[in-house]
């Protein structure tokens, strides 16, 4: 049984990063030096893991903590964004609205004595697409979007098209396929309590060669997202080596680090199909801004994200794509 007293009392301003392997994470490096760069050298990072679904006691102590402890500004939570705010939304004084819609938190901050919980992925994960995919680009490829995985990162990226109020922006169709139903059935009641002209298809299977016909079927110019964690979180890829990827399409793995199977096979095709190929690096870095903005209550404008980008570039050891120079 876990008790309030698993979490040491902070004797520094301390973030908590609230993940599964936070010791592996670039942020854990990054940080002390995004700190120093804002001119709060002094702020702290504390890793947390905690086993995926793991007890919801747990997760309700360490808000607990958060909540009660003065020098614990707040943190920001990866994997664990619905099961944290499951265990403890009666400790938060306010959510935002991304977060009561999603039923999940990324973000916990302090505002005049006030819990405070946000969800940052529509935002994050929306800013990073819009930099690969560039304005328009439904309308101008008629491409579909294919999402592998139909979980926090999948709900909130459906949401960021379904509020493009252009219709350009908005692909004519968004298949997702999860290995399990609950999660589909959790994004169809989302998708059902929203209005939308987006064509949602939603299919439970996890069977990589299925995959690749779902891929196969896929107009020119679609985009194909790999949402399911496989790659890092878990070994292997949602779909096979044969599984050839949409001609002139975009396909995102939503990680930066770890096996990355799914952007290497991305890779091999890019040149024969014409693909552009992309990681979750950026989202990474909005991601992270955006919660350090909550919880230092300052704004990251675009030249202070630059900043701290660039410091990340220099220091965090990358996987998969390499070095961005072929990027902005
Ligand atoms: N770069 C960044 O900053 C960033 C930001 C957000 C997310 N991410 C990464 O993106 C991944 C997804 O994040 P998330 O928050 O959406 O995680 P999540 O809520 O755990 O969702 C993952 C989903 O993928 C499903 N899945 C697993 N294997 C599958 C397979 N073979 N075929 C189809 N579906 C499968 C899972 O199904 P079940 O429902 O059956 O478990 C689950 O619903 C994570 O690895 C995360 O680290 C990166």
């Not at 402890?69 to 009666?90: C, N, Q, Y």
């Not at 002209?197 to 997202?225: H, K, T």
Request: charged share 25%; net charge neutral.
């Amino acid at each position: 049984m876990s008790t309030a007293a698993e979490w040491p009392v902070p004797q520094a301003p301390t973030f908590y990063f609230i993940g599964v392997t936070t010791g592996h994470s670039s942020a854990m490096v990054l940080f002390p030096r995004w700190m120093e760069a804002l001119g709060r050298p002094e702020v702290t990072i504390q890793g947390v893991d905690f086993v995926p679904h793991d007890r919801p006691a747990r997760y309700r102590s360490l808000v607990e903590h958060i909540k009660r402890e003065p020098l614990a500004l707040g943190g920001l939570v990866t994997t664990h964004k619905i099961d944290l705010l499951e265990a403890s939304r009666d400790l938060f004084n306010r959510l935002g609205p991304y977060a009561a819609l999603l039923g999940e938190v990324s973000s916990i901050a302090k505002e005049d004595g006030q819990l405070v919980g946000r969800a940052t992925d529509p935002v994050a994960g929306g800013i990073a697409l819009r930099a690969v995919l560039g304005d328009g680009y439904f309308g101008r490829t008629g491409g579909h979007l294919l999402c592998f995985g139909a979980g926090g990162s999948a709900a909130a990226l459906a949401l960021y098209l379904i509020r493009q109020e252009k219709p350009e922006d908005r692909p004519r169709r968004f298949v997702v396929v999860n290995r399990s139903q609950p999660r589909l059935d959790r994004l169809r009641s989302l998708v059902e309590r929203l209005q939308t002209d987006i064509q949602f298809e939603y299919i439970c299977n996890q069977d990589p060669r299925r995959n690749d016909e779902i891929m196969a079927a896929l107009p020119d110019g679609s985009v194909v997202i790999n949402a399911t964690g496989m790659g890092k979180d878990r070994p292997g890829s949602p779909i096979t080596d044969a599984g050839r990827f949409p001609f002139r399409g975009v396909a995102w793995e939503l990680n930066y680090r770890g096996e990355l199977n799914f952007l290497h096979q991305a890779l091999a095709q890019q040149k024969a199909r014409q693909l552009t190929v992309e990681d979750g690096w950026l989202y990474f870095l909005h991601g992270w801004s955006l919660v350090i903005g909550h919880v230092l209550h300052r704004e990251i404008d675009p030249a202070t994200f630059d900043r701290l980008a660039a410091i990340a570039g220099a220091v965090a050891p990358r996987t998969g794509l390499g070095a961005r120079t072929e990027r902005s």
